[in-house]
Nanobody, 121 residues
Framework: QVQLVESGGGLVQAGGSLRLSCAASGSIFSINVMAWYRQAPGKQRELVAQITSGGSTNYKDTVKGRFTISRDNAKNTVYLQMSSLKPEDTAVYSC???????????????WGQGTQVTVSS
């Protein structure tokens, strides 16, 4: 059993900052890619940022220079530092991880429950 639990969401004014955390726990042998997605009301879920086990990162164009994804492999945790937040960043943010169990042979995708980020103008 694997769980991903996010924390750090909330309400912030435009121009402010928030830091999201997502900790994976359970029967984990290895984690490949970890990522943050978001879904705004009435819109499709979109990839915000992803990071490989080796530290390579990829960002959605509209968050480049404002958001930073990082991970602590020893803690099985991924972070998203969000700065210069805009009202259009308002969404439910969910973390995702590709995880291999002990004695497993494949990576499976797991999702967190999501955390609300609201940016007021």
């Amino acid at each position: 059993q694997v769980q991903l639990v996010e924390s750090g969401g909330g309400l912030v004014q435009a121009g402010g900052s928030l830091r999201l955390s997502c900790a994976a726990s359970g029967s984990i042998f290895s984690i490949n890619v970890m990522a943050w997605y978001r879904q705004a009301p009435g819109k499709q879920r979109e990839l915000v940022a992803q990071i490989t086990s080796g530290g390579s990162t990829n960002y959605k164009d509209t968050v480049k220079g404002r958001f930073t994804i990082s991970r602590d492999n020893a803690k099985n945790t991924v972070y998203l530092q969000m700065s210069s937040l805009k009202p259009e960043d308002t969404a439910v943010y969910s973390c995702y991880g590709e995880i291999m169990h002990y004695r497993g042979v494949s990576f499976y995708g797991y999702w967190g429950q999501g955390t609300q980020v609201t940016v007021s103008s």
